[in-house]
């Protein structure tokens, strides 16, 4: 399964984007899809992530801001980032578990200028 992601680019603080990721092949709708993200010395944390039926589980500094969604019929899943901070600057990688393999896409950047 490759993931591709799309959606990332430079915004002013404040300002909002829209991430997606598809899958080449079908999704299992059991599966878990979702975003992380590794800002330049950091390391890959969690920004979202959603199981069909469930709650989304949401990092703590995105909670309230970001949105998380996803179309199994199209195999994507959705990120919907509002209210950006400069601190949300980082490459997000779009992942995906199913089963018990693991999937990441190749990122993302997702600039916030100040």
């Known amino acids: 399964v490759q993931l591709q992601a799309c959606g990332g680019g430079l915004v002013q603080a404040g300002g909002s984007l829209r991430l997606s990721c598809t899958a080449s092949?079908?999704?299992?709708?059991?599966?878990?899809m979702g975003w992380y993200r590794q800002a330049p010395g950091k390391e890959r944390d969690l920004v979202a992530t959603?199981?069909?039926?469930?709650?989304?589980n949401l990092g703590d500094s995105v909670r309230g801001r970001f949105t998380i969604s996803r179309d199994n019929a199209k195999n994507t899943v959705y990120l919907q980032m509002n209210s950006l901070k400069p601190e949300d600057t980082a490459v997000y990688y779009c992942?995906?578990?199913?089963?018990?393999?693991?999937?990441w896409g190749q990122g993302t950047q997702v600039t916030v200028s100040s």
């Open positions: 092949k079908t999704i299992l709708s059991s599966s878990i």
């Open positions: 959603l199981r069909s039926g469930r709650d989304p």
């Open positions: 992942y995906a578990k199913q089963e018990s393999a693991r999937y």
